[in-house]
């Protein structure tokens, strides 16, 4: 290879620099290297051609790598600086030359692997550079053939390019197994690959098409040509090392610009010629005479007609209209013509009466104001989408957005539902969508005189709604599809079914709900029918208490945890009698309830002792369970129910249930019991932009989106970390329930054969006609006997060949009890056998 530069760091990676300490010439040894650890023919290789040897890696690889006394030759077009073992010459292996060469070197010989690594000088087009690439293949393969014994191996560097499949197809006509490789030292940039042909067929005659290159790589024909495309935008020049086409040797064309004319492809013409001329041809040309006199072809057209190569687009366009022009006046057939002809024969259509067209125009006013309309909705729409895309990278605030985003609270609020439902404007609503319509809307249709474009703007948003179905019904698809594989999500499903999603402070509507619940109270009652509305229309499905003491269900459920139980200040001071009474009794219910399961569990007896245990207990623990004796006669109903369900339906209300299993959960309990915060604290603190959204009417698509990210990020101490990654770690070393169940059978298994050998043994202690010392006997064996009997490892039969050859001990890799076995053990115990037969 001649002394490659290396361009740019990039060439110089770990190869280049593990070639270096290595001390070969080239980092392409790796790639030697590497095929020969997946292929191993060097090994087996006497005789190796190296074609395109320069300068000479691949030499030492194989002279490192062959077994001694091998031979291994070198060729190619640059010098070879001298490698030990290894004949190199300087020459252009597609030349007959360079095959006598060989030919003179192997003698007789036949070579075991020829291996091409050659790549011609690259740099110039990329087709052109693949396609010498695989031209040199070609040349090698030939060279191989002449060259490899029956069975070698050749292995070839090759471009993937178009010309990748015909070389692989001429490979499998004369090798057996052909496999392409990218050895890992090739760089991924690089489109070369490594082809590896092994098991040469040596066929008697080889048709002299599958080396031809001209036969090989076949071109198809090319597609029609774009004039156009040539005309504005010319391909830029490249020089022709090819040499030019047959009859095309020179480069600047001219043309009598009659032909122009004539033409029926004017753009070709434009496209492959420089000059259209007005100079007379020797025989005269009568309509070139006609063109030049013409007034239509003025300078500015000869001007543009004397160099074709400098014209823009409006140039050509002009030279174009021109053409028409006169083909109009010489008369040949022109678009226009055959357009007029058209119009013709239309012509006794009657005309349209004067109603008809004030119609039409009618017609066409409204469809340009629609679509105007149509244009500033998608405007305003794209403006609204970029505003939420810069208010989510914090560029903006809400309140820039516009009114919809000022929330309950801002300037929009005139779009609260509780507002609109106050006007009583909700049963207008509900009659159509269209019922109502803002002054302005009015107001222009009045202006537009068309009575109004309602029509279309119904159409429209029915389109709208249509599609807002359509996107609705994919994306419940696609969330079913999703359910069906993935189980978090599943999971995640169920939580917010139950209501139970991770609790981010008061949320918006929860907070509305209790705004509207004070704003109800002061209304008067006059205003009694709108409230009546206003409750239909923010009626909460659910019927229990959406909060407790400012609280989310979330909250209520997890502040309501063991742990929290007596910590004081945990509830808000307003707090009244009656909660705190419910509380004490919901304590007592969920002991009760615990008792209640434990005695189920044990036995009659320990069921009553249990019971009244847990009676005497909770009486003696507070005062207040004696007055509540009401209370728990009328809870005494249930414990008439199945005490299962009961169970269930406590774990339903997710107070057995709740877990600390979040670090931000557990924070805020380590700070709740150390006091660092208070339950006014955590109100607070749901007061965040979070909690201010209004998410009615938006989509289950976008919620779903932004509720993944769109949250409060809530701090968390390294210790609350530390504790959940403890419990974590306690869950984690909990067995499976199939290995906690495999252990529980076989311990029952042994209590039940214990058991019975409890019941053998006092038989035999009872039995009169035994010696003490018998039965102990008797007894130990019954023992060991239950104990089953401790299999034995089979012995190994190893035998004493190869490696173990005349080895004294344990052979390698053998465990557990072994014998070592030879021939001549074999033939003495045959030996033995025979005499004792013998004998007998
Ligand atoms: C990538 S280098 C070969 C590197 C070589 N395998 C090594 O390990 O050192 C490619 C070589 O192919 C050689 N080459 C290209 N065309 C050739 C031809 N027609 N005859 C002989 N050698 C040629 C170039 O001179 C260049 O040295």
Redesign the pocket.
């Known amino acids: 290879?001649?002394i490659?530069k290396k361009h740019g760091k990039g060439r110089l990676d770990k190869w280049y620099k593990l070639a270096k300490e290595k001390g070969?010439?080239?980092r392409?040894?790796f790639?030697?290297i590497q095929l020969n650890k997946k292929y191993g023919f060097l090994e087996k290789s006497k005789v190796v051609l190296?074609?395109?040897?320069?300068?000479?890696?691949?030499?030492?690889?194989a002279a490192e790598t062959m077994p001694p006394n091998s031979i291994i030759i070198g060729?190619?077009?640059?010098p070879?600086k001298p490698i030990s073992k290894v004949i190199t010459f300087q020459?252009?292996?597609?030349?007959e030359k360079?095959r006598a060469t060989i030919r003179g070197h192997l003698k007789t010989w036949k070579a075991d692997t020829v291996?091409h690594?050659?790549?011609?000088?690259v740099g110039t087009a990329w087709v052109q550079d693949s396609f010498?690439q695989a031209a040199?293949v070609l040349?090698s393969l030939k060279l191989a053939t002449e060259f490899l014994i029956e069975g070698g191996t050749f292995v070839t560097?090759v471009f993937r390019s178009k010309d990748y499949n015909p070389l692989l197809w001429v490979f499998n006509q004369l090798f057996t197994k052909v496999e392409a490789t990218k050895p890992p030292s090739s760089r991924n940039v690089s489109a070369e690959i490594f082809v590896v042909c092994r098991g040469f067929k040596a066929p008697k005659r080889i048709d002299p098409r599958l080396l031809d290159p001209r036969s090989v790589f076949e071109d198809l024909a090319d597609p029609t040509p774009n004039n156009e495309a040539k005309v504005y935008n010319p391909e830029i020049k490249k020089r022709r090392r090819e040499g030019y086409e047959e009859g095309d040797y020179i480069q600047f064309k001219e043309i009598p610009a009659s032909e122009f004319i004539q033409t029926t492809d004017p753009i070709d013409i434009l496209g492959q010629y420089n000059k259209l001329s007005f100079i007379q041809p020797k025989n005269g040309d009568v309509a070139l005479a006609a063109l030049d006199k013409l007034p239509e072809t003025t300078a500015e057209i000869r001007n543009c007609c004397a160099d074709l190569k400098v014209l823009g687009r409006k140039e050509f366009k002009l030279l174009l209209k021109w053409r028409l022009k006169v083909r109009e006046i010489f008369g040949f057939a022109t678009k226009k013509s055959a357009k007029e002809a058209l119009v013709e024969e239309v012509a006794e259509v009657e005309p349209m009466d004067e109603e008809m067209k004030i119609q039409e125009d009618l017609e066409k006013i409204k469809e340009r104001e629609s679509s105007k309309k149509k244009r500033e909705r998608r405007r305003e729409n794209e403006k609204r989408a970029k505003e939420i895309v810069r208010m989510q990278m914090n560029m903006t605030a809400p309140m820039d957005i516009g009114k919809e985003q000022d929330g309950p609270r801002g300037e929009g609020e005139i779009f609260r539902l509780k507002s609109v439902d106050k006007t009583a404007a909700m049963a207008r609503l509900a009659k159509g969508r269209m019922a109502i319509l803002t002054d302005n809307e009015a107001r222009t249709d009045r202006d537009s005189g068309l009575g109004s474009d309602q029509e279309s703007d119904a159409e429209s948003d029915e389109e709208e709604d249509r599609l807002e179905r359509e996107l609705d019904g994919m994306y419940d698809a696609y969330r079913e599809r999703k359910a069906e594989s993935d189980a978090k999500y599943r999971a995640k499903k169920a939580r917010k079914e139950h209501n139970d999603d991770e609790w981010a402070g008061v949320s918006a509507s929860e907070h509305e709900s209790d705004e509207e619940g004070l704003e109800e109270e002061s209304d008067d009652d006059d205003d009694s029918e709108t409230e009546e509305a206003g409750q239909s229309l923010l009626k909460d499905l659910d019927n229990r208490p959406e909060e407790e003491n400012g609280l989310s269900k979330r909250a209520r459920n997890f502040f309501e945890q063991d742990v929290f139980k007596d910590i004081s200040g945990l509830m808000s001071e307003d707090d009244n009698e009656d909660d705190e009474e419910a509380k004490a009794v919901a304590v007592k219910i969920s002991k009760k309830k615990s008792s209640k399961k434990e005695a189920a569990t044990e036995s009659a007896k320990q069921k009553a002792d249990a019971a009244s245990k847990s009676k005497s207990k909770s009486k003696k623990g507070s005062k207040q369970d004696e007055d509540d004796d009401d209370f728990e006669m009328v809870r005494a109903e249930e414990e008439d129910s199945d005490w299962e369900e009961a169970e269930k339906a406590a774990k339903k209300g997710s107070k057995a249930d709740i877990d600390i299993v979040t670090a931000e959960a557990m924070t805020l309990a380590h700070q709740l019991a150390s006091g660092e915060k208070s339950s006014y604290d955590v109100v607070d603190d749901g007061y965040n932009k979070h909690s201010f959204k209004d998410k009615h009417g938006m989509p289950d698509w976008f919620l779903d989106d932004e509720g993944k990210h769109d949250r409060p990020q809530k701090p968390i101490t390294k210790a609350a970390a530390d504790a959940i990654k403890e419990k974590l770690r306690a869950y984690n070393a909990r067995p499976i329930k199939k290995v906690a169940e495999a252990r529980a059978r076989k311990k029952f298994k042994q209590a039940q054969r214990l058991e019975k050998l409890k019941k053998k043994a006092d038989i035999l202690i009872q039995e009169e006609g035994l010696s003490e010392k018998d039965k102990a006997s008797s007894i130990a064996k019954l023992v060991s006997q239950a104990k089953g009997k401790k299999r034995r490892m089979p012995i190994k039969v190893v035998k004493a060949q190869g490696a173990n050859r005349g080895l004294s001990g344990r052979p390698k890799g053998v465990k557990g009890r072994y014998k070592m076995v030879d021939p001549r053990m074999k033939k003495e115990m045959r030996a033995m056998k025979r005499i004792t037969k013998k004998k007998r």
């Open positions: 290879m001649g490659q070969y010439r080239a392409a040894a790639k030697l190296d074609l395109c040897a320069a300068p000479g890696s691949w030499c030492q690889v060729v190619d077009l640059s070879i020459s252009d292996i597609t030349t360079c291996l690594d050659g790549a011609p000088n010498n040199l040349a560097k």
